[in-house]
C-alpha cells in the first residue's frame, strides 16, 4: 500500500494510467487499489476528480481496446497459443461462456464484477471478432462503472483505504457468488422443469 501511495504522489494521474492500463492486459498491477487512493487523494484535496477518474478510465478503456485489436489481429493464432497453458486457457473459457451467453452485458459485468476475467473477455470477443462498435460501447459502460465505484470508495472513505480495499475485494467476491448461484439456480429450475414435462 505505501509504494501504491508513494507512485501516486509521485507521478499522479500518469501512474493511473498506467495501472489501469496494464491490468486490462492482464498483467498483475493492483489497479482497484490505486484507484482507491486515487480517491483517497481527490477527498484531501491533493489531486482533482478529473486528473484521477480521467487518467484511470482513459487507461482501462485504451487497455481493453489494445487487447481486443490484437486478439482480432491475431485470432487463432493466439487463442492456440493461450489456451497452451493451463490457467489461462481455463479463465478463456469461462470468458468465452460469459459472453457467449450474455454477449455485451458480459462484457459490461466483466469490467467490474468479474474484473478478473476482463483482459480474457477483451481476447475472446477479439478472437471471436465480436462486433467493435457493441464492444466498445459495452466495455465504455463497464470502465465507467469501475472507476466510478473504486474512485468513489477512495473518495468516502479516505481515512480507511486498507479497510476499504479489503471490503472491496470480499464484496467483488460475494457479488460474483451470488450471480454465480443465481446462475446455477436457474439452470436448475430449466432443467428441473423439462423433465417434470
Not at 7 to 27: D, P, Q, R
Not at 126 to 149: H, N, Q, S, Y
Request: charged residues 15%.
Amino acid at each position: 500500500m505505501d509504494t501504491v501511495l508513494s507512485l501516486i504522489t509521485t507521478y499522479g494521474g500518469l501512474v493511473l494510467f498506467l495501472g489501469t492500463f496494464l491490468s486490462c492486459l492482464a498483467l498483475p498491477v493492483p489497479s482497484s487499489l490505486m484507484m482507491l487512493a486515487g480517491g483517497g487523494f481527490v477527498a484531501s484535496g491533493d489531486m482533482t476528480l478529473i486528473e484521477v477518474a480521467g487518467a484511470a478510465l482513459a487507461g482501462a478503456v485504451l487497455g481493453d481496446w489494445t487487447g481486443y485489436g490484437i486478439s482480432r489481429a491475431l485470432g487463432a493464432r493466439l487463442d492456440n497459443w493461450i489456451r497452451g497453458r493451463r490457467g489461462r486457457a481455463t479463465l478463456l473459457d469461462r470468458a468465452t461462456r460469459l459472453t457467449d451467453r450474455w454477449g455485451g452485458i458480459g462484457i459490461f459485468l466483466s469490467r467490474w464484477l468479474f474484473s478478473p476475467l476482463g483482459p480474457y473477455v477483451n481476447l475472446t470477443t477479439g478472437i471471436t471478432r465480436f462486433p467493435r462498435w457493441r464492444f466498445v460501447i459495452w466495455d465504455l459502460a463497464g470502465e465507467i462503472a469501475w472507476v466510478g465505484i473504486y474512485v468513489g470508495l477512495g473518495m468516502a472513505f479516505a481515512d480507511s483505504i486498507s479497510a476499504v480495499a479489503d471490503i472491496a475485494g470480499n464484496l467483488s467476491g460475494l457479488l460474483a457468488g451470488i450471480a454465480v448461484t443465481a446462475g446455477l439456480g436457474v439452470v436448475v429450475l430449466r432443467r428441473t422443469g423439462k423433465a417434470a414435462n
